[in-house]
Every structure is written in C-alpha cells, then in structure tokens.
C-alpha cells in the first residue's frame, strides 16, 4: 500500500557539532549555528522523504522551548509542528502517518560519552521507567508512536543512543550516526555534506525496508507501569499528590496507566509540576 505522510521528530542535543550549552536556547551565543544546522538536517531529511514518495512530511520542532526550526526555509510539502507546551510534546502530530523518523536524538541520562545525556529535563529527573526499563526519549516516543500504529523507521542522532537503546528496543529502525561523544559537552561529527549526505542514505534504506515489510511497532504491554527518580525530593513530593501514586523512599515515585500515551502525558504533568516547584522555591 503507498505511504503518503511521513513524521519526523527533531530534537537538537543529537545533532552534528551540536555541543555547548550556547546551543541550546534563544539569546545563547551560537543559538543561530544550531537552528540553521537543524535546519538544514530537516531539509534533507524532507526533501528525501518527499523524492521516496511521501506526498507530505509533518517535522514536530521538539526541542527546548520548540520553535527552533527556521519555518520560510521549509518547501511546500512540509507541515510545521511548533511550540511549547504541548500534548504528547515531541510526537505531537504524528498520528495517522505513515512512518516515523527521528532526528537529532540523544542519550538517556547516565550513559557515558553521551552530549546532553538527559530524558525530557535534566532539571527535574534522574531516571525515568517504564515497566521497569530505563526510559530514552527515543524509547518513549517510539513506545506511544507503536501504541498509534506508526512503526519508528530511522532514528539519526548520538552514536551512544544509537548503539545502546535503539539496537536494543528497535533493532529493525535504520541507525544514522551524527556524532561520536567525546563527553558531555564534546563530540566528533561529521563533517555537513557528509552528515546531509547520511540522512539522505539511511531515509532511502529505511522507505526501502519499509516497503519491503521489515518495519514493527514497539509496543509495551499495558497497563504501563511508571516510576520516576526525581532530582529533588520535593518534586517527589507533589508528584506523589497525583492519585493513585506512591512514593518510594524520598526521591521516586510509581504510578500506573493504562496506555502508554497516558503514561506519557502524566509523566509531562510530574515535569512541569516539578519545573513549577522549582520556580517558586529558593533556598
Ligand atoms: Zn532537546
């Protein structure tokens, strides 16, 4: 059957070159460098996803405040997913398509060698589980996109992630290295007419593959079952208020959901309310 609408998630911390936290947010000294590099990755993605045969392709922008992409550089068939916050964050609109590819992914948090290693907030959590498996961003995304039906087909982004999570919980996804981590805030990449040019080989590997019925989703059994390790006891503490939650020890919350993509939506909940704490209390 022909796909028509392909999905991509793009993150910034797995981009090449991508390594300071000047990157990282609007008003940082080399803020612009990242969005033209995400940019252009986007744009080579797009562009051969739309010469495989994708009529149109929705880019989620999914990272920090999530209007990093610049948009007038974007061709026609191209749909924009910008801002912040939002339902499902960095998959919002990718149900109903066809496929899914993730950009500029990274490592969870402690994972050696790994730019930014983090899962949703390095602020706000240490370790975050789902059915007792230590949570990636890209283990989440994946996890509720295969609960919608949209089978994750290429993941491009820190070699570590790439090797460790996606080898082992999609193994049938395309791997598209962008940078080899040196640290936390240092990395080797390629250079961009060879990272553009990885993209464009691994989406033609990867629509292959999928025409060719090599494709799964990756789907967690249900309920889903989600603890927490939080940074600061007093985010476990109001996370605990959610019903149906119970804290372990002074850092960890669990809580149980039926579906993924719930589990997903009340982790972001703990997140923000986490986020929120930490805003109106100093010590
Ligand atoms: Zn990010």
Redesign the pocket.
């Known amino acids: 059957m022909k796909k028509t609408k392909a999905f991509v998630s793009v993150?910034?911390?797995g981009l090449p070159h991508i390594t300071s936290n000047e990157h990282m947010a609007p008003g940082k000294l080399l803020y612009d460098e990242a969005r033209s590099i995400m940019t252009e990755c986007v744009l080579a993605m797009a562009d051969e996803l739309h010469g495989s045969g994708f009529e149109r392709v929705v880019v989620a922008d999914?990272?920090?405040p999530k209007v990093n992409l610049i948009p007038e550089k974007m061709p026609a068939f191209v749909d924009v997913v910008r801002g912040n916050p939002r339902s499902i964050s960095m998959i919002a609109g990718g149900k109903g398509c066809d496929a899914a590819l993730f950009l500029g992914y990274?490592a969870k948090p402690g994972t050696p060698n790994a730019t930014f290693d983090h899962t949703i907030s390095s602020q706000v959590i240490r370790t975050l589980k789902y059915n007792g498996e230590e949570t990636s961003e890209f283990y989440m995304n994946a996890a509720t996109l295969g609960e919608q039906g949209v089978p994750v087909i290429l993941v491009a982004g820190d070699r570590a992630l790439l090797q460790e999570d996606v080898a082992k919980h999609a193994p049938w996804a395309v791997r598209v290295p962008q940078k080899e981590s040196l640290g936390r805030y240092a990395a080797i990449s390629p250079s961009m007419p060879r990272s553009l040019q990885l993209i464009r080989d691994g989406v033609k590997e990867a629509v292959t593959k999928l025409y060719g019925g090599d494709m799964k989703l990756l789907k967690l059994n249900t309920p889903v079952q989600t603890e927490i390790q939080f940074t600061d006891s007093e985010y476990a503490h109001i996370a605990s208020h959610l019903p149906g939650s119970k804290m372990i020890g002074g850092w960890r919350v669990q809580f149980t959901s039926p579906s993924m993509e719930e589990a997903y939506r009340v982790t972001q909940l703990l997140v923000f309310a986490g986020s929120g704490v930490k805003s109106s209390v100093s010590e």
Request: proline share 0%; hydrophobic share 15%.
């Open positions: 993150d910034m911390e999914s990272h920090g990274h």
